[in-house]
Nanobody
Framework: QVQLVESGGGLVQAGGSLRLSCAAS????????MGWYRQASGKQRELVAR???????TYADSVKGRFTISRDNAENTVYLQMDSLKPEDTAVYYC????????WGQGTQITVSS
């Protein structure tokens, strides 16, 4: 299996920035697509952003222009730079590896205060 370890969550004021990291175990294990999902309290999990091993990116409309996803292929690590955070960004953020039946990180809480 692939183990995903997330870091960088926390509490931030509206307009602030945070950077999330997610490292997949097994440097020799190739992962084509990695991404970030989030789930707000009482809502379904939704895609935030994803990136392929060749740099193709996809963003949710709600975060486009504010969030930037990137990755280090050699380390199987994916990052999410979050700028201009809004209270509606408050959610548990999950790292994912793979498109079909992905591996999931443990989740990290992002809370944006007004």
């Amino acid at each position: 299996q692939v183990q995903l370890v997330e870091s960088g969550g926390g509490l931030v004021q509206a307009g602030g920035s945070l950077r999330l990291s997610c490292a997949a175990s097994g440097r020799g294990f190739s992962i084509r697509t990695m991404g970030w999902y989030r789930q707000a309290s009482g809502k379904q999990r939704e895609l935030v952003a994803r990136i392929s091993n060749v740099g193709r990116t996809t963003y949710a409309d709600s975060v486009k222009g504010r969030f930037t996803i990137s990755r280090d292929n050699a380390e199987n690590t994916v990052y999410l730079q979050m700028d201009s955070l809004k209270p509606e960004d408050t959610a548990v953020y999950y790292c994912a590896a793979g498109l079909i039946d992905p591996y999931w990180g443990q989740g990290t809480q992002i809370t944006v205060s007004s």
